[in-house]
């Protein structure tokens, strides 16, 4: 509902997969964290059929995060 309220107005699309991780069991706060590729909380297939039934054509950046060598990452990353 809300992406078909926002379809008229959506110009970009910028998408980074985080998460809530409290500070304790008993504490009000939290910190958002950024999570490594194959870590995922946001589910892009859903995301990106909404995006699709909305019709939206405009840019859309991925943010991921990762650790360790660049190079080895991308050699492992699976590609279509």
Do not use: N
């Amino acid at each position: 509902m809300a992406c078909a309220i926002a379809a008229g107005y959506l110009q970009i699309v910028a998408l980074k997969d985080t998460k809530k991780v409290w500070s304790s069991a008993k504490a009000k706060t939290f910190v958002v964290t950024s999570l490594c590729q194959g870590q995922r909380v946001v589910d892009f297939g859903d995301v990106f059929a909404t995006l699709a039934r909305i019709k939206f054509a405009g840019p859309l950046t991925v943010h991921i995060e990762y650790q360790g060598a660049p190079q080895a990452l991308i050699r492992s990353t699976p590609r279509k």
